[in-house]
């Protein structure tokens, strides 16, 4: 794998460059899945990006396989198992594309849009969700004190790409989504400080608010099973609330300059949580990247796949 030296601050820059740190999370199944014919990979992996590369491995960290390189700027990945397919969206490009597991044919799904980051599927209806983002304003020009600067949009699209439908518009910065699909629910992060993380049907009707002052809200996540929702904020904490976002925690908390925590991925018939952290070298400099899992409830976490290079996007294959 390529490795690069990636600072806090560099971070900071790109998330502000890109409108939001993007750092996506997918809608996970929770489910262990078989081995399709298109790929031969096995049950039980985990994917992640590096803003130009996708990456797989088993989901104890080993057998690391570099599956797709030379990609612009890859936030939000979604896996497909029954359909084979892994999708990304791409803000550099505009675009969301997906490839078989194995990186192999690399296809556009939706093209022209402005900065797509979150990416979420719900593989049964046939349909691919994400956030993007769309800047109203070039520099040095002058707007209506009450427009604001960009807007972000909640999209979907059938699996092919067709229909793409506008569900819900955001003043500020969407940035992950993922699904509760038994209930009928979309859930997504707004960057734009204070931040805050917001349900809605999935056809974006019945809009609610599910927490306040989250801080950058970097990722989110659902157990339906158990009727909780995941984020991650701030870069050092992740945190869980009910459904309505009743009962309030932490479950995941680096502490503030001790590590950035990024990225939920649950794994909930295995009791698992999948982060991604950023924690300091010997210098004390933010610089080493790591892919971590825990305990639903943020006990036992380990490191599963060191130094994997800045992670800008993570999915789980169960």
Do not use: C
């Amino acid at each position: 794998m390529k490795h690069s030296n990636f600072s806090l601050k560099k971070l900071i820059m790109i998330a502000v460059l890109v409108t939001v740190t993007a750092m996506q999370i997918v809608s996970p199944s929770g489910v262990m899945a078989n081995v399709y014919s298109n790929n031969t990979q096995p049950a039980g992996t985990i994917y992640w990006s590096t803003v130009s590369e996708i990456f797989r491995a088993n989901s104890d960290g080993s057998n690391t396989t570099t599956l797709i390189e030379g990609l612009s700027s890859v936030w939000g990945i979604a896996t497909d198992l029954d359909g084979g397919k892994i999708y990304w969206a791409d803000s550099g490009t505009g675009k969301i594309q997906r490839a078989n597991l194995d990186g192999s044919q690399v296809e556009d799904v939706v093209v022209g849009l402005a900065k797509p980051f979150g990416l979420a599927l719900d593989v049964e209806a046939g349909k691919v969700y994400w956030t993007n983002s769309t800047f109203l304003a070039r520099r040095g020009v002058a707007l209506n004190r009450n427009e604001p600067r960009k807007v972000g949009k909640i999209q979907r699209a059938n699996l092919d790409g067709t229909e793409v439908e506008d569900l819900a518009t955001e003043r500020g910065q969407p940035s992950a989504i993922a699904l509760d699909t038994q209930a009928g629910r979309m859930y997504w992060a707004e960057f734009t400080a204070p931040g805050k993380v917001i349900s809605a049907n999935l056809d974006g009707t019945e809009r609610k608010t599910v927490a306040n002052r989250v801080g950058w809200a970097l990722g989110v996540a659902v157990d339906s099973e158990n009727g909780k929702v995941y984020w991650a904020s701030n870069f050092t904490r992740i945190e869980r609330s009910n459904l309505d976002g009743t009962e309030r925690e932490f479950v995941i908390d680096k502490g503030s300059g001790t590590g950035l925590a990024a990225l939920v991925n649950l794994d909930v018939a295995g009791n698992k949580i999948y982060f991604a952290h950023l924690g300091p070298d010997s210098n004390n400099d933010l610089t080493v990247w790591s892919i971590q899992k825990a305990n639903l409830d943020g006990s036992q976490s380990r490191t599963i796949v060191p130094n994997p290079g800045p992670v800008s996007g993570m999915a789980l294959g169960l």
